[in-house]
């Protein structure tokens, strides 16, 4: 059986399960910002000072289409030159609003599900080391890997960092599913021959062919069937 998820969607009675080969994934890989975290609040902030710092007439959701590149990427995307001066204020700035920073609801006893179900956990994102790793420590959960931009590799949509985190575990991609909420991580994904499920809760859209999408962070214990999931528990 194919351990690759089907694009049907969830059923909402009568017990059945997604459409996956549970015991054939066993690693968990996610994107952080939209997926774990609800960030947001803190990108819109960032990007005022940036806007105000350097002059720059391109609104939030300019910005907010290209999340899930590298801050550089991002800026090619954009147009904009001198890339570096508007990072460091974006960090800075960042830094400054982290208390703006949320958990999105059921995620932390989701990846604690998943740990206690022996599933390897590991984080692909392009947020900086040193942001998001205050962010992680919050959710109290031993990740085998984190890879962010500060690592060898192309950024997403490369597959280099979901492939590089796999080498990290001791995994071969067909182990694998990757939670993003972005286009470039269904790509990323795509690339990098890993499963991949649409985190609905999160920031963007995905692409065709259309993925899984999972509804909400407890949605993705029915969909990985870690445990008994009695019906309409979830809902």
Same mark, same amino acid.
């Given at each position: 059986?194919?351990?690759?998820?089907?694009?049907?969607?969830?059923?909402?009675?009568?017990?059945?399960?997604?459409?996956?080969?549970?015991?054939?994934?066993?690693?968990?890989?996610?994107? !952080?910002?939209?997926?774990?975290?609800d960030?947001?609040p803190v990108?819109?902030r960032?990007?005022?000072?940036?806007?105000?710092?350097?002059? !720059?007439?391109?609104p939030?959701?300019?910005?907010?289409?290209? !999340?899930?590149?590298?801050? %550089?990427?991002?800026? *090619?995307q954009?147009? !904009?030159?001198?890339?570096?001066?508007?990072? *460091?204020?974006?960090?800075k700035?960042?830094?400054?609003?982290?208390?703006?920073?949320?958990q999105?609801?059921?995620?932390m006893?989701?990846?604690?599900?998943?740990? %206690?179900a022996?599933?390897?956990?590991g984080?692909?994102?392009?947020?900086p080391?040193?942001?998001?790793?205050?962010?992680?420590?919050?959710l109290?959960?031993?990740?085998?890997?984190?890879?962010?931009?500060?690592?060898?590799?192309?950024?997403?949509?490369?597959?280099?960092?979901i492939?590089?985190?796999?080498?990290d575990?001791? %995994?071969?991609? %067909?182990?694998?599913?990757y939670?993003?909420?972005?286009?470039?991580?269904?790509?990323?994904?795509?690339?990098a021959?890993?499963?991949?499920?649409?985190?609905?809760?999160?920031?963007?859209?995905?692409?065709?062919?259309?993925?899984?999408v999972?509804?909400?962070?407890?949605?993705?214990?029915?969909?990985m069937?870690?445990?008994p999931?009695?019906?309409?528990?979830?809902?």
């Amino acid at each position: 059986m194919s351990s690759r998820p089907t694009s049907s969607p969830a059923p909402t009675s009568g017990g059945t399960r997604w459409g996956f080969d549970a015991d054939a994934v066993r690693v968990l890989l996610l994107d !952080l910002d939209g997926v774990l975290v609800d960030t947001r609040p803190v990108m819109e902030r960032a990007w005022h000072q940036v806007r105000k710092d350097h002059g !720059l007439d391109v609104p939030f959701g300019e910005y907010e289409r290209h !999340l899930g590149r590298p801050f %550089a990427d991002i800026m *090619q995307q954009l147009g !904009l030159a001198d890339a570096e001066p508007i990072h *460091q204020t974006y960090s800075k700035a960042s830094t400054a609003a982290s208390h703006l920073a949320r958990q999105f609801d059921g995620v932390m006893e989701v990846l604690h599900a998943f740990a %206690a179900a022996d599933w390897r956990l590991g984080i692909v994102t392009s947020k900086p080391l040193s942001r998001a790793t205050p962010l992680l420590a919050q959710l109290g959960v031993p990740f085998g890997t984190v890879r962010t931009p500060n690592g060898v590799g192309r950024g997403k949509p490369a597959p280099d960092p979901i492939l590089l985190a796999l080498i990290d575990l001791g %995994a071969d991609p %067909a182990d694998a599913l990757y939670v993003g909420d972005m286009a470039v991580d269904q790509e990323a994904a795509r690339r990098a021959g890993v499963s991949y499920v649409h985190a609905g809760w999160g920031y963007g859209t995905p692409s065709p062919p259309a993925p899984v999408v999972a509804a909400s962070p407890k949605e993705l214990l029915r969909l990985m069937d870690t445990g008994p999931i009695l019906e309409g528990s979830l809902v």
